[in-house]
C-alpha cells in the first residue's frame, strides 16, 4: 500500500470548515483513499473513501486531485466533538492480501471554541 | 443497533502469563480485524479472519494467534506476555475480506507488569 504524509496537528475554530491534507504520491491506480478519525480512547471511526471522484457523506467531503497524488478531507463546519487524530490510508482494491489497514501517525486535528 | 463489542475492557497481567480478548462483530458482518495500538502511535494490524479462516497477517510474532466462530465472534491469544505488549487492542469487523470500511469496537486495554 502507498505511503500517506499528513501533518502532525492542526488547529481549527469551532463553527469553520476543517481541511486535512494528505499526500501520497505513489498511489496506485486501483488504490483508494480512506479517511478515518479516534476520538480520545476510542476506537477508530470510518468517515469516508473514495477512489479518483470527489465523495460527499453526511460526515465530510473528500477531494481527490486529478493526479490523485493527495487529498483533502473536508468537515463542513467543524464542532468541539470533531476533536480527534485524523488518518488518511491508501489501501488496494479488494486482493487477497490487500485486507488490512494500515495507519500512520495521523494528524491532531483540535476544534477551538 | 449494537456495535462491535470486546471484553474485558481493562486487563492487568504479569509477565509469561496468557491472555484471551473476545470480540463481537457486527450482526451480518463475516470478517473480524485485530490490531494493537501503543500509546502515540496508529494502530498495527495483527490478524484478519474471514469465514473462520485467517486471510491476512501483520508483523507480529507466533505468541500472538486468534480464531473466529461459526458465530464470527473473534478471540486473540497472546503467550508469554512481555512488557512490550502492553497497548490498546482493537478489534474491527466488516461485512467482507476486502471491505475497507470497517467498525471498531472501543478495544481492550491490556497493561503488563
Known amino acids: 500500500d502507498a505511503k500517506t504524509t499528513q501533518p502532525t496537528s492542526m488547529d481549527c475554530a469551532e463553527g469553520r470548515a476543517a481541511n486535512l491534507p494528505c499526500n501520497h504520491s505513489?498511489?496506485?491506480?486501483?488504490?483508494?483513499v480512506y479517511w478515518y478519525r479516534q476520538i480520545h480512547s476510542q476506537g477508530p471511526q470510518y468517515i469516508i473513501h473514495g477512489l479518483k471522484n470527489n465523495e460527499t457523506n453526511e460526515m465530510a467531503s473528500l477531494i481527490i486531485t486529478e493526479d490523485r497524488k493527495s487529498s483533502t478531507l473536508i468537515l463542513p463546519h467543524a464542532t468541539l466533538r470533531d476533536t480527534a487524530v485524523y488518518y488518511c490510508?491508501?489501501?488496494?482494491?479488494?486482493?487477497?492480501?490487500?485486507?488490512?489497514?494500515?495507519f500512520g501517525t495521523g494528524t491532531r486535528l483540535t476544534i477551538i471554541p | 443497533d449494537a456495535g462491535v463489542t470486546q471484553s474485558p475492557t481493562h486487563l492487568i497481567k504479569t509477565r509469561g502469563q496468557h491472555v484471551t480478548l473476545r470480540c463481537s462483530p457486527i450482526s451480518g458482518h463475516k470478517s473480524v480485524s485485530w490490531y494493537q495500538q501503543v500509546l502515540g502511535q496508529g494502530p498495527q494490524f495483527i490478524f484478519q479472519y474471514y469465514e473462520k479462516e485467517e486471510r491476512g497477517r501483520g508483523n507480529f510474532p507466533d505468541r500472538f494467534s486468534a480464531r473466529q466462530f461459526p458465530n464470527y465472534s473473534s478471540e486473540l491469544n497472546v503467550n508469554a506476555l512481555l512488557l512490550g505488549d502492553s497497548a490498546l487492542y482493537l478489534c474491527?469487523?466488516?461485512?467482507?475480506?476486502?471491505?475497507?470500511?470497517?467498525?471498531f469496537g472501543p478495544g481492550t486495554r491490556l497493561t503488563v507488569t
Open positions: 505513489t498511489i496506485s491506480g486501483n488504490e483508494y
Open positions: 474491527a469487523s466488516s461485512l467482507w475480506a476486502g471491505d475497507g470500511e470497517q467498525y
Open positions: 490510508i491508501v489501501r488496494g482494491a479488494s486482493n487477497f492480501g490487500n485486507e488490512k489497514l494500515t
